[in-house]
């Protein structure tokens, strides 16, 4: 599961103090947030969470960014990809417990 956030999405700052309680529900699947921007702001927004949930693609790979982005109207939006990493499922809105384990049931496979 990748969860975009920026230092400006109010929403998403709240998102990220529920990621400890996201975590449990979305079947064994890797939670990793994804920045969308590289500001200052954002890198201490960021600190609040475990180093190991933020990811920061490869310079190689940096259009993730661009191509997720390009699926919504903005934030908070959550993706899951399946077994194969093709994206199954996407959330527009704040996630909380309850609505990433329906957000991971709609996907097909772990």
């Known amino acids: 599961m990748i969860v975009l956030v920026a230092s400006w999405c109010a929403p998403c ?3 990220l103090l529920r990621l400890d309680t996201i975590a449990p529900v979305i079947g064994g699947r890797a939670l990793r947030v994804l920045a969308i921007d590289d ?9 609040v969470i475990d180093p190991a949930r ?8 940096d259009h993730v960014r661009a191509l997720l982005l390009a699926r919504t109207a903005g934030l908070p939006f959550s993706v ?11 959330e527009n809105g704040g996630l909380d417990a309850h609505r990433a384990a ?3 049931q709609r996907c097909a496979t772990p």
């Open 13 to 15: 700052r709240g998102e």
């Open 80 to 90: 899951v990809s399946d077994g194969r990493g093709v994206v199954c499922a996407q």
């Open 39 to 47: 500001s200052a702001a954002t890198a201490r927004m960021l600190r």
């Open 102 to 104: 329906a957000l991971v």
């Open 54 to 61: 933020v990811w920061r693609p490869d310079t190689r790979v």
